[in-house]
């Protein structure tokens, strides 16, 4: 989990001839959900800083790399959008944030011109910090070996850290992403280091659930690239305009009234809850899965395992 400072306050640059930094002690890289493994860095980045008596930097990227340099990109799924990545920095406590314009002339680069002129020259790194996967420039061709050459060749110190590890397992954004599509909630959430949460906003829906007693908001996801957990009941929380509410959702096709069961549908049932809340924006928080989803012989057969799901969820919530 986050060791955060107290005032929590982070500088953000989208341009980088205005970024001014005392030594600074950087890392870089695409940080998709901010993971335990990625707080690891960040927290060395911090004491690095703390006892050179320098500045922490996170140099990351905007749009996400693959949107660039994969054309026609259709199967990218993020753990965490921009803003929640933004959020999360702030929560670590470093103190500046850049976030670089990724474009097609940047991804040309070589890892040679990303260290002269972006490490050195731009941001006169005096410290890098680098996960143990570290690859960075065209083609990702940049490692460590080569670091340890620039830094020797520019006058910077380098330091690398080994795989984060939970339950003998190497955390990373990509085990992560298959946790969540099985819906592995609680997986997720431990290599996390934090509850995965959806943002969206509560929008028209048939009002089926309206009719069996279990009204749901459906939700349309704030942005198309989020991964959305894979199909199933979920316990989760909403937070609707600065309040939580329990409740369960459902991913899935809803095949006990959807014939076809081609479409996706994202549904919360909030508990005790009979606000209008139409068009709102909403951010579901997860915290595990109740089952999977699968059709039943009828209204009341689905009705009498919604009854069921909740006392499931709520025992889950409470604990």
Same mark, same amino acid.
Not at 190 to 212: C, F, P, Q, S, W
Not at 215 to 221: G, K, M, S, V, Y
């Given at each position: 989990?986050?060791?955060?400072?107290?005032?929590?306050?982070?500088?953000?640059?989208h341009?980088?001839?205005?970024?001014?930094?005392?030594?600074?002690i950087?890392?870089?890289?695409?940080f998709?959900?901010?993971?335990l493994?990625?707080?690891?860095v960040?927290?060395?980045?911090?004491?690095?800083?703390?006892?050179?008596?320098?500045?922490?930097v996170?140099?990351t990227?905007d749009?996400?790399?693959?949107?660039?340099?994969?054309?026609?990109?259709?199967?990218?799924?993020?753990?965490?959008?921009q803003?929640e990545?933004?959020?999360?920095?702030?929560?670590?406590?470093?103190d500046?944030?850049?976030v670089y314009?990724?474009?097609?002339a940047?991804?040309?680069?070589?890892?040679?011109?990303? $260290?002269?002129?972006?490490?050195?020259? =731009?941001?006169?790194?005096?410290? *890098?910090?680098? /996960?143990?996967?570290?690859?960075?420039? @065209?083609?990702?061709k940049?490692?460590?070996?080569?670091?340890?050459?620039?830094?020797?060749?520019f006058?910077?110190?380098?330091?690398?850290?080994?795989?984060?590890?939970?339950?003998?397992?190497?955390?990373?954004?990509?085990?992560?992403?298959?946790?969540?599509?099985?819906?592995?909630?609680?997986?997720?959430n431990?290599?996390?280091?934090?509850?995965?949460?959806?943002?969206?906003?509560?929008?028209?829906?048939?009002?089926?659930?309206?009719?069996?007693g279990f009204?749901?908001?459906?939700?349309?996801?704030s942005?198309?690239?989020?991964?959305?957990p894979g199909?199933g009941?979920?316990? $989760?929380?909403?937070?609707i305009?600065g =309040?939580?509410?329990?409740?369960? *959702?459902?991913? /899935?096709?809803r095949p006990?009234f959807? @014939?076809?069961?081609d479409?996706?549908?994202?549904?919360?049932?909030?508990?005790d809850?009979?606000?209008?809340?139409?068009?709102?924006?909403i951010t579901?928080?997860?915290?595990?899965?109740i089952?999977?989803?699968?059709?039943?012989?009828g209204?009341?057969?689905?009705?009498?395992?919604?009854m069921?799901?909740k006392?499931?969820?709520?025992?889950?919530?409470?604990?």
């Open positions: 989990m986050f060791v955060t400072n107290q005032k929590e306050i982070v500088k953000i640059y341009n980088i001839d205005s970024f001014r930094g005392i030594k600074p950087v890392t870089t890289g695409t998709d959900g901010v993971h493994g990625h707080q690891q960040i927290q060395r980045l911090k004491d690095i800083a703390r006892r050179e008596g320098g500045e922490s996170i140099f990227f749009p996400h790399p693959r949107l660039i340099t994969s054309s026609g990109e259709q199967t990218l799924r993020l753990l965490t959008t803003e990545k933004k959020q999360l920095f702030a929560k670590s406590g470093i500046h944030l850049i314009p990724f474009t097609k940047f991804s040309e680069l070589s890892y040679a011109e990303f $260290v002269k002129e972006i490490l050195v020259d =731009k941001i006169n790194t005096s410290c *890098l910090v680098v /996960g143990y996967d570290h690859k960075f420039g @065209k083609n990702r940049g490692g460590f070996d080569y670091l340890q050459n620039c830094a020797n060749q006058n910077f110190k380098i330091e690398k850290l080994e795989a984060f590890q939970v339950d003998e397992t190497h955390v990373s954004s990509t085990r992560i992403r298959k946790a969540l599509e099985e819906g592995e909630i609680v997986k997720a431990r290599y996390l280091g934090y509850r995965y949460t959806l943002h969206g906003r509560v929008v028209e829906g048939v009002r089926l659930g309206r009719k069996i009204p749901t908001a459906n939700i349309e996801a942005d198309k690239y989020k991964l959305i199909y009941v979920y316990a $989760v929380e909403a937070e305009s =309040k939580r509410y329990k409740g369960m *959702l459902n991913i /899935g096709t006990t959807n @014939k076809n069961a479409n996706r549908s994202i549904e919360v049932h909030i508990f809850f009979s606000q209008d809340i139409y068009n709102k924006k579901l928080i997860f915290f595990d899965k089952r999977d989803e699968r059709k039943f012989s209204i009341e057969a689905l009705t009498e395992q919604l069921l799901d006392i499931s969820a709520l025992k889950l919530l409470s604990s």
